[in-house]
C-alpha cells in the first residue's frame, strides 16, 4: 500500500534550466508534507515543506506547490545546478490516525542536472 | 550546533546475531524516531519515541525494539538478523510532540548495517 508515490525514477536536467520532480498521495489524512534531498552514503537533508492550509511555499530557489484536490505535490527548482544532483524523496505526515506523528516517503527521484 | 549523531556508521554481523544502534538527537529535541531505507526504496518508519515513550510503531516484527532514554538519545536493537535487514538504519529527530502540524524531522547519516 503505497500511500506516497513518485512516478518518475528519475530526471534529467540542463544546468540552468527549472527541475520539476512530482509526488502524489493517497492518504487524506495527510497534512504537511515534506522534500528531502539525498547523497549517497548521507542521510536525508531537509529542504523545504509545506502546510496543507497552504498551496505554495518558496525558499530561494526552491518552490513547492501543493493541490489538495489532486492530491498532488511539486518540487520546482530554478536554475538548477549541477550541485543539486541527488536522489529527492517526498514526505508526508498528518496528526491523528495511522499517520499520527511518522513520515510515510515516496520512492524517489533521482536527478541529475548536467553542466 | 551538533546534528543527529549516529553510531556506529558501519557494521557487519552474521545472521543470527544482535545488533544495537545509538542515536543522539539534536539539542533540544524530545522525540526520536527510526526508518530503515534499503536499497533503491525510501525510508520506512519503524519506531518513534517522545519523552520517553513510545508513540507510533511502523510494520516491523518484533525482534525490532527501540528505547528512549532521560536524556533523550535512543537505541535500536534488532534480534536474530536475517540477511533482508540489511539496510541503511537512520535515526531522525523533531523539536515538537507527535502529531504536531509542521513537524519538522531532521536525520542523521545513518548506520550502515550489512547481515552476511
Known amino acids: 500500500d503505497q500511500q506516497v508515490k513518485q512516478n518518475s525514477p528519475s530526471l534529467s536536467v540542463q544546468e540552468g534550466r527549472i527541475s520539476i520532480l512530482n509526488c502524489d498521495y493517497t492518504?487524506?489524512?495527510?497534512?504537511?508534507f515534506l522534500w528531502y534531498k539525498k547523497y549517497p552514503a548521507e542521510g536525508p537533508t531537509f529542504l523545504i515543506s509545506?502546510?496543507?492550509?497552504?498551496d505554495k511555499n518558496e525558499d530561494g530557489r526552491f518552490t513547492v506547490f501543493l493541490n489538495k484536490s489532486a492530491k498532488h505535490l511539486s518540487l520546482h527548482i530554478v536554475p538548477s545546478q549541477p550541485g543539486d544532483s541527488a536522489v529527492y524523496f517526498c514526505a508526508a505526515s498528518g496528526v491523528g490516525g495511522t499517520s499520527y506523528g511518522k513520515l510515510t516517503f515516496g520512492q524517489g527521484t533521482i536527478l541529475t542536472v548536467h553542466p | 550546533d551538533a546534528g543527529v549523531t549516529q553510531s556506529p556508521t558501519h557494521l557487519i554481523k552474521t545472521r543470527g546475531q544482535q545488533v544495537t544502534l545509538r542515536c543522539s538527537p539534536i539539542?533540544?529535541?524530545?522525540?526520536v524516531s527510526w526508518y530503515q531505507q534499503v536499497l533503491g526504496q525510501g525510508p520506512q518508519f519503524i519506531f518513534q519515541?517522545?519523552?520517553?515513550?513510545?508513540?507510533g510503531r511502523g510494520n516491523f516484527p518484533d525482534r525490532f525494539s527501540a528505547r528512549q532514554f532521560p536524556n533523550y538519545s535512543s537505541e535500536l536493537n534488532v534480534n536474530a538478523l536475517l540477511l533482508g535487514d540489511s539496510a541503511l538504519y537512520l535515526c531522525?529527530?523533531?523539536?515538537?510532540?507527535?502529531?504536531?502540524?509542521?513537524?519538522?524531522?531532521?536525520f542523521g547519516e545513518g548506520s550502515w548495517l550489512t547481515v552476511v
Open positions: 539539542s533540544g529535541h524530545k522525540s
Open positions: 492518504n487524506s489524512m495527510f497534512d504537511y
Open positions: 519515541y517522545y519523552e520517553k515513550e513510545e508513540r
Open positions: 509545506i502546510s496543507s492550509i497552504k
Open positions: 531522525a529527530s523533531s523539536l515538537v510532540m507527535p502529531g504536531t502540524a509542521g513537524n519538522t524531522i531532521y
